[in-house]
């Protein structure tokens, strides 16, 4: 992975991370864990729509969404496992 790509990929997570956070409030954990967060929520997100036979496209708004919601749902078994 080239220095490009790896910013893109770390941008892309902290974006997503920080709006999975948001959507859920009380679940932020700091830039660092929502980097974290967005880019296991973007593997998340690709095996979802993968799974459900939908192209998540080649764009970067598509990967903050797919990321978001894979976040998303990170944070959702998250919760679970915190009760």
């Known amino acids: 992975m ?3 790509s790896l910013l893109i990929t770390i ?3 902290a974006v997503a991370g920080w709006l ?3 959507i859920r409030r009380g679940f932020g ?3 660092l ?3 974290i ?4 929520g973007s593997f998340i997100g690709s095996w979802v729509f993968g799974a459900l036979g939908l192209n998540s496209g080649g764009s970067i708004i598509m990967s903050i969404i797919v990321s978001t ?3 998303l749902i990170l ?3 998250i919760s679970l496992i915190k009760r």
């Open 2 to 4: 080239d220095p490009y």
């Open 37 to 40: 967060i967005g880019i296991v």
């Open 75 to 77: 944070l959702f078994i």
């Open 20 to 22: 999975a956070g948001q």
């Open 33 to 35: 864990a929502n980097i």
């Open 11 to 13: 941008l892309i997570g």
């Open 69 to 71: 919601i894979g976040a």
């Open 29 to 31: 954990y700091g830039l």
